[in-house]
T-cell receptor
Framework: QQQVKQSPQSLIVQKGGIPIINCAYE??????FPWYQQFPGKGPALLIAIRPDVSEKKEGRFTISFNKSAKQFSLHIMDSQPGDSATYFC????????????FGTGTRLLVSP | DAGITQSPRHKVTETGTPVTLRCHQTENHRYMYWYRQDPGHGLRLIHYSYGVKDTDKGEVSDGYSVSRSKTEDFLLTLESATSSQTSVYFCAISGRQGSDEQYFGPGTRLTVT
């Protein structure tokens, strides 16, 4: 129940394409769902996050779609660029008061020129 | 990296040797975390701290101990390193007023031979 399942494991798209990364969870006590972006040799950095009271959030070219009934959420990258090539992690946090995150296993995205 | 430093950045050690990794923050955040990152597993929480001398276990705490004697420092100790502890270790902080974000440090690559 603590898990967050992420797919696909890896993804290759052409420049301008729209990669979609999916995550699913079981525990309805999760109340915050961030996405992190990680470049090789660096720590993860928050990209965008959503709470379950909204179905979609956009920040620039990045959009989270959230389906509360299905317990799924996904990251869409519009007009993807080679600079978006990175590993992306979804995560979820329980509303326990401590800010502990449970992470998905990551998706390695390659955007070809 | 949001005022977080980790030391050392790289370390090679032998099985059975004690190892201490240090995380230092200049942000005065309340919460600090240690994660390990391994291929196929994403980021897994080892231990976390919710204040000076207040720590608790995460999902993969066996073989690790932590200490937090000052707000700014969080130490992770491997009492007797094993090859299964070869990993990249990330420190994270959170707790800025009005923010859910966890900020990650640059990581420490530890190899146990």
């Amino acid at each position: 129940q603590q898990q967050v399942k992420q797919s696909p494991q890896s993804l290759i798209v052409q420049k301008g394409g729209i990669p979609i990364i999916n995550c699913a969870y079981e525990n309805t006590a999760f109340d915050y769902f961030p996405w992190y972006q990680q470049f090789p040799g660096k720590g993860p950095a928050l990209l965008i996050a959503i709470r379950p009271d909204v179905s979609e959030k956009k920040e620039g070219r990045f959009t989270i779609s959230f389906n509360k009934s299905a317990k799924q959420f996904s990251l869409h990258i519009m007009d993807s660029q080679p600079g978006d090539s990175a590993t992306y992690f979804c995560a979820a946090r329980m509303n326990t008061g401590f800010q502990k995150l449970v992470f998905g296993t990551g998706t390695r995205l390659l955007v070809s020129p | 990296d949001a005022g977080i430093t980790q030391s050392p950045r790289h370390k090679v050690t032998e099985t059975g040797t004690p190892v201490t990794l240090r995380c230092h923050q200049t942000e005065n955040h309340r919460y600090m975390y240690w994660y390990r990152q391994d291929p196929g597993h994403g980021l897994r929480l080892i231990h976390y701290s919710y204040g000076v001398k207040d720590t608790d276990k995460g999902e993969v705490s066996d073989g690790y101990s932590v200490s937090r004697s000052k707000t700014e420092d969080f130490l992770l100790t491997l009492e007797s390193a094993t090859s299964s502890q070869t990993s990249v270790y990330f420190c994270a902080i959170s707790g800025r007023q009005g923010s859910d974000e966890q900020y990650f440090g640059p990581g420490t690559r530890l190899t146990v031979t």
